[in-house]
């Protein structure tokens, strides 16, 4: 009996065996759509914003990113040659097509065990990002707080609905969860700037430095006297950039499952983070491992679902010749669930068709990424149960529950409705009473 017990105790301290029921959670029809809407909203503001196309490109197709991507010092030189010659594109179609490139090209290098190729990739699309950060920073400034608007609700849904999850085995309904991530959207808006304001305040008296030493002469003797100054607030600044960058996917789930406050986010992060950094990285990587398994079963999931319809309509399709199903929809592969069609459509009815068909397919590529979207958040919720019951010792089904406002506790309604009840004096005098008369009766 003894061994059961310790054998079940030490089950329940291996606490990274729970990061295995985030498929089971983040696969939930809620959650994808949830997701889904998010991303939709995202592109659609995306193409929005494109209608200003900031990008420049050349007749040729040729855009400041292909510079930046070879020679990151010509791309001034290209905007100004090409300034009032060339044409303009979108940024977020310019990023989507790129991204997309080197998306496809680092699945077929993972497929062929070619980790280093995978890397380059992926460091080439942040390469992307810092261009657009660089020449377009007013542009990703408006897109990333729209972006960061849609994930404070959408992601702050689901990861409530992880926590409620993971913490009680509880599946709350759409509009319940939106309504959490609408109710605490200034918590999940902010926890993430916070951070990013604090090294700007610190920075400004830095840089304010900096101005100083300008001055002749005593410029540069005041920088040096107050240059350890400058050293701590450079400390500070890179003990803030580790913590919210390493961080941050504690904060969402910090909002979620205590409900915090974006001060309360961000302390609970970086307490987190610094006080076991060897069990934060040791469950990231877990769940990392898990959701690329989790990915590759959805994704063979869709290509299975995409190739039997394709198959099956190729067999019946044959009027006009053996090359119409090409024209409307290019047969999907594995790593292109939705490739590009390369043959031109015959008629105006086979160009709609085509053009329908798409929306369609990127429909079902849509819920693929919404299950990468919704892992993720589950993830990190079940990440942060399980940091915070090593630092703090807190119990993984101590959830924090949202009362409505307004609305009588369950305790204050059932004292209103019984009426007022005995107070304690007359509680004893009954209690003395009957005693009395118990005692009588025995006598008797």
């Not at 409530?160 to 085995?169: E, G, I, P, S, V």
């Not at 993430?192 to 002469?217: E, S």
């Not at 600044?237 to 913590?243: C, E, F, R, T, Y």
């Not at 990392?288 to 099956?312: H, I, K, P, Q």
């Amino acid at each position: 009996m003894d061994g059961e017990r310790e054998s079940f105790q030490v089950f329940e301290n291996v606490l990274f065996v729970r990061l295995f029921r985030t498929f089971r959670v983040a696969i939930q029809p809620v959650k994808l759509a949830i997701a889904i809407g998010a991303i939709a909203v995202i592109c659609l503001a995306g193409w929005v914003m494109d209608l200003s196309t900031p990008v420049v490109a050349t007749d040729a197709g040729l855009t400041e990113l292909d510079v930046y991507m070879t020679n990151p010092e010509g791309v001034s030189q290209f905007i100004e040659a090409n300034r009032n010659t060339a044409e303009r594109v979108g940024m977020f179609s310019t990023l989507w097509h790129f991204g997309s490139e080197r998306y496809h090209a680092a699945l077929y290098s993972l497929f062929s065990v070619d980790l280093p190729a995978v890397a380059a990739n992926i460091g080439r699309y942040f390469r992307a990002v810092a261009w657009a950060v660089r020449y377009h920073y007013l542009y990703c400034a408006i897109f990333f707080l729209i972006e960061l608007a849609v994930l404070s609700v959408a992601g702050g849904a689901i990861c409530r609905m992880a926590a409620l999850q993971f913490a009680q085995d509880e599946k709350p309904g759409l509009t319940e969860s939106l309504r959490y991530g609408v109710r605490k959207f200034t918590s999940f808006f902010t926890a993430p700037l916070l951070p990013v304001g604090m090294i700007v305040f610190v920075g400004v008296f830095v840089f304010l430095l900096g101005l100083i030493a300008n001055i002749p002469r005593a410029g540069e003797l005041i920088m040096a006297i107050f240059m350890p100054l400058a050293l701590l607030a450079g400390a500070l600044i890179g003990v803030v950039l580790i913590g919210a960058v390493a961080g941050f996917n504690l904060m969402f789930p910090a909002v979620a499952y205590d409900g915090s406050d974006c001060f309360d986010a961000i302390s609970r992060a970086f307490n987190y983070l610094y006080s076991r950094p060897w069990h934060m990285l040791f469950y990231s990587a877990v769940a990392a491992s898990y959701g690329a398994v989790c990915y590759v079963f959805v994704r063979f999931f869709a290509f299975l679902l995409l190739l039997a319809t394709y198959t099956l309509l190729d067999l019946g399709v044959f009027a006009n010749g053996a090359g119409k199903l090409e024209r409307i929809w290019a047969q999907p592969t594995f790593v292109r669930l939705v490739p590009p069609n390369l043959e031109p459509t015959a008629n105006w009815s086979e160009w709609f068709a085509a053009h329908l068909v798409y929306l369609f397919l990127l429909v079902v590529v849509g819920l693929v990424v919404s299950f990468v979207v919704s892992f993720y958040f589950s993830a990190n919720t079940a990440i942060y149960a399980l940091m915070r019951k090593k630092v703090d010792n807190t119990a993984i089904d101590d959830v924090y529950t949202l009362t409505g406002e307004g609305e009588p506790e369950p305790a204050a309604e059932e004292s209103k409705d019984e009426g007022p009840g005995p107070s304690a004096e007359d509680s004893d005098t009954e209690s003395s009473e009957s005693q009395t008369s118990e005692s009588q009766t025995e006598e008797d």
